[in-house]
């Protein structure tokens, strides 16, 4: 019976895919829900169709009337949202989002533990820019409440990355998963905020660096996006600053500065 059950609903959703129209059950009126397995079939429509439009449209009716709850301070209608839409992967991330603002920024381990740990999670994020431009071409620098200049997905970086300079460990672990699979306009916007992160906040990153370490590789690759000048600053921060027999320091400064030691 259950076997006969997931081949019904295979078919469903194969037959879904190739309709201008959705196929899945209306959501509240007032846009506060997603439709079940709304995300699973967004992966089986033609990209840039009608079908993936029509259900960018609906997460982005979604996102309005949860932020509009938030913008109104209205945490039981964030949390009735919400929790209704647990097993869809954008709408768990966004809703993290949410209601981490909710917060006032204040519980951090929820929103950390929502982001993403594994690869098909940080593809769902990754797509929040899209989505969030409803089958447009423009994406929005707002939402209810939520100001979003650079759009939802830079939101997100923003967000991580401010627990990261606080000396955040989950924070750390979860941006440098992002930046490991960054690209485009997302990489290039990691590669001018982690330099920062090196000159300013030295003892965050002393603090940090068993977890930065583990992403060794990538981080030489950020070498490339900083001046031999800005490289210079950055790795003398770091001179002197550890005892005898800590390799920290020269880990740090041969990132930036290959032979730091020979050059100065």
């Not at 009716?61 to 964030?78: H, I, K, P, T, W």
């Not at 768990?92 to 920024?105: E, I, M, R, T, W």
């Not at 431009?133 to 707002?142: I, V």
Request: glycine letters at 6%; aromatic letters at 10%; a neutral charge.
């Amino acid at each position: 019976m259950h076997k006969m059950r997931a081949i019904l609903r295979t078919l469903l959703l194969l037959g879904c895919a190739s309709l201008v129209a959705p196929c899945w059950p209306a959501r509240a009126a007032s846009g506060c829900g997603l439709p079940a397995g709304l995300y699973e079939h967004r992966k089986t429509v033609e990209v840039l169709s009608d079908a993936q439009r029509e259900i960018d449209h609906t997460y982005v009716e979604f996102m309005r009337a949860v932020a509009q709850s938030y913008a109104q301070g209205d945490a039981a209608s964030v949390k009735t949202c919400c929790d209704a839409v647990k097993e869809d992967l954008v709408g768990f991330q966004f809703c993290a989002l949410v209601k981490y603002l909710l917060s006032d920024k204040k519980e951090s381990g929820s929103f950390l533990a929502a982001m993403p740990g594994d690869k098909e999670q940080r593809k769902a994020l990754w797509l929040m820019d899209l989505i969030s431009a409803g089958g447009t071409m423009e994406t929005p620098t707002s939402l209810p409440g939520i100001r979003m200049p650079d759009g939802l997905l830079f939101k997100f970086v923003d967000e991580i990355f401010d627990l990261v300079r606080k000396g955040n460990a989950s924070a750390a672990e979860k941006y440098l998963f992002l930046y490991e699979d960054a690209d485009g306009e997302f990489g290039e916007y990691m590669d001018d905020q982690l330099p920062k992160l090196f000159l300013n906040y030295p003892q965050r990153v002393l603090a940090l660096w068993p977890i930065f370490r583990k992403h060794h590789k990538r981080l030489e690759m950020m070498r490339g996006f900083t001046t031999e000048r800005e490289a210079k600053q950055i790795a003398s921060k770091y001179e002197g600053r550890c005892k005898t027999g800590d390799s920290r320091c020269s880990e740090i400064m041969n990132i930036f500065v290959p032979h730091w030691k020979m050059q100065n």
